[in-house]
């Protein structure tokens, strides 16, 4: 079944892509398609428009040019379809060169950017903002990459979700068949979101309580403009993060007409609105709505999961309002609601494994909205301020059906969180060599945690964790950029953060350092101290079993981490780029079992399932952890027609218990080689539609995992492991290929895209290693899933 879904996919598709081509054919013969470009262009640093910047576009056969005016903004009109080159130039300020911009009809074609000022104007260097892929926050030293939305559509096997199109980066590991990542070693729940520069909820539907990622990305990348993605070294105002982040950008929307999207999938329908407010007015409307039902993939053979078929929906939004002296207003926001019902079967002779008798009702709700005041004061002065509300709940009932089919209650979870969030920040240049920029964050969180599940040893249900409260978090930040000389820039800072509950301070130094050896090669390093909490469930969590917790412990801090890291990178003729980093991360206060005889870590963990074992403690912050290694990469920007980004890492990650002995993490694969390899061509009469290919190659280590004991699991009904050979076996290589395949059609004032996206198109059923499964009281290989395709249709107008 799953060849044959497979079949009929590329038919469909291969139908679908000559019937386009025949009609686009016919249609372009009496025509050549062209559209017009336009943007803005702001100084990096003071945020204020750049007037007279000479902007230029050119492809095999053109090239045309225009300035900025009062307001930095640029029009260009009459530009061939497909992709072309755009150059960026003002005396003063660094070139800004960028090689695969796609020019397509249906939408007018925005271009942002942002100048850095040149120090020395006698040896200027162009920045090659594709091949580079610098970070946009000019504060970031070192460990971090932009990317685009159209990157994020063009990688195989990414379904439009920045998580997956992440798995291609050096440090990355994927976390499984989902869009979970690990980064450097360390565990996926270390992952931090953050959208407009503020934290906010797992922009994921279906995840578990306490995880970063999940089943679905809710994020949707019609309303996404270019982000940021950090794997170590971060910069003195990022908080609550030892690990990778996600720094998210939403785009706005036309100010000057009104453009509509339309898509729709074997993964469901979604509509995307832009536009102005009222003609004549620089604000505008961004507005962008999804609803999916996976049954689809289920009628075509592909099993999506073992617990129903999941139904969502989402919403994204961003509304833009400039004004004459107040400055930018905008209120931003994300959210999705999910659920997976299972009913059983009501004929028991049918029932082959206990969780045939169960009925389950699961729900995933999240969100976040905020509202986000830029206001420039004048050229050395912008202030930034955001407060926004973020909430999610997660709920999980399942019963137990007897032969004579009576409910009786097996589980029951609810978790909600919510907080409340202020970031505010000014920047400040000094003068031509020092930018200060310093900041203020809240966050003010309530909870509502639950759960209750069965027990075996007293043959009842258990109350795991019942708590309500609130508590908060403070964090203060400094940072200095420096111009050393004209190839040497520091950021100097310190972050300092206030943890209520445990009533725990931090005070962490962080540095950065870029040398820019020569105009192509970079030397950059960053080191600093961290934190981050852990999720509140194991705050509060209770003893999975009957002991004696009469000597309760200390409330838990936050996790700390230590790290440093020593780059290199340098750009061949402005379309090739090598980079290697080499860095260490030590991570202490790890919360850990306050039972010594029970080898447990937060550090191996992924979400908060384990508060439901008998073998969890409360914990105490004894632990400590490391990870290692070294990466190296190749990238080809696309230009020519094609790209590619080969990468490699090496690393060791490793956790200290109680007890003091050093073991593996669960995340210890100790490497991982990623190949993305894309292909496009421009077809049709007038060269102006778009095909494309695109493959990923993914060859990772296997998962460390420990010798399950079968007799003590069974007696107890539940996974017991041997704790004195924690994490001594280690799982089959991961290997995954992901491929995709792309037609965009361009017509007068609309254009269509279709989309082949396949993950796993070898369908290779990986394995984590040996769990018990309970349903069947046997153990068993734990295999994540196999082939996954998709296609997609979208009409932009």
Known sequence: MKRLSIFILLSLFQNLFANAQRQDSISQGRQVLTEAVKGTILDVDSRLPLVGVTVTISSSTVTKSASTDANGAFRLAGISLGRQVLQASMTGYKPILLSEVLITSGKENVMNLEMESQVNKLNEAIVYANTGKRPLNQMAMTSGRSFSPEETNRYAGSFFDPARMAQSFPGVVAGGDDNEIIVRGNSPKSLQWRLEGIEIVNPNHFGMEGASGGGVSMINTMVLGNSDFYTGGLAAEYN???SGVFDLKFRKGNADKREYTFNVGVLGVGATLEGPFKKGSDASYLVSYRYSSLSLLEKVG??????????????????????????????????????IKETAERDYQKWEERTDAYDMNLGFNAGSIGLKHLYVANSKLYFNNIVSMSTSRSSNRTDTLSPSYVLGLNHQDRFTNTAMRYAGSLNYIWNSTHTLRAGVNASFLNYDLYALSY???????????????????????????????DKLTLNSGIHANYFVLSKSWSLEPRLGLNWQVTPNQLVSFGTGLYNRLEPLSYYFAQSGADIDQSQTTEPLSPTKSAQAVLGYERLFGGSFKFKTEVYYQHLYDVPVSADPTINFSLLNVSDISAIGTSTYRQLVNKG????????????????????????????????KALNGQEYNTTFNTRYV????????????????????????????????????????????????????????????PYIRVDFSSSYRINRKRVSHLFILDIQNALNRENTVGMRYNFSKRIIEPQKWSGIIPTINYRIEF
């Open 240 to 242: 609550n993060a030892i």
């Open 302 to 339: 592909v099993k999506v999961s073992d617990a129903g078929v999941p139904k969502y929906q989402d919403l994204s939004f961003n509304f833009v309002v400039p004004t004459q002296k107040a400055g930018t207003f905008s209120l931003f926001g994300i959210g999705g609601l999910g659920k």
């Open 455 to 485: 027990d075996a040893q007293q043959q009842g249900l258990r109350e795991r964790i019942n708590q309500k409260g609130n508590t908060s978090t403070y964090d203060a930040f400094a940072q200095l950029k420096t111009a050393l000389t």
């Open 624 to 655: 400590t952890g490391k990870n290692y290694g070294i990466e190296l990469s190749l990238e080809k920007s696309l230009s020519k027609g094609y790209y590619f980004i080969a990468t490699s890492s090496l690393f060791d990650s490793k956790f």
């Open 673 to 732: 080689g990623n190949l993305l390899v894309g292909k496009e061509w421009s077809v049709g009469r007038n060269k102006s539609n778009l095909f494309g290919i695109n493959a990923k190659l993914i060859y990772a280590g296997g998962r460390k995992y420990s010798p399950v004991l079968e007799e003590e699991s069974i007696r107890l009904d539940e996974e017991v492991i041997d704790q004195e050979r924690i994490n001594t076996l280690t799982a089959d």
